[in-house]
């Protein structure tokens, strides 16, 4: 572990962080996992409106 110096404050930060401890600058880009955490989120929300959509659907041509 090094120290670099955070391009928006100039302050020491570790070189492991992901953004500046002391202004909040983001030192790397956002890991790879973000997008894919994303796209599972909105399937999730497909798959529970479709479901939601089928059971409203029979429930409403019960009557």
């Known amino acids: 572990m090094a120290l670099t110096h955070c391009p928006e404050c100039g302050r ?6 992901a953004a500046c401890i002391h202004c909040g ?14 796209v599972g989120a909105i399937l999730c929300a497909l798959a529970i409106w479709t479901v939601a959509g089928f059971l409203l659907a029979s429930l409403l041509h019960a009557f």
């Open 12 to 17: 020491e930060v570790s070189d492991l962080a």
């Open 25 to 38: 600058y983001p030192l790397r880009a956002t890991a790879p996992m973000t997008f894919w955490k994303t």
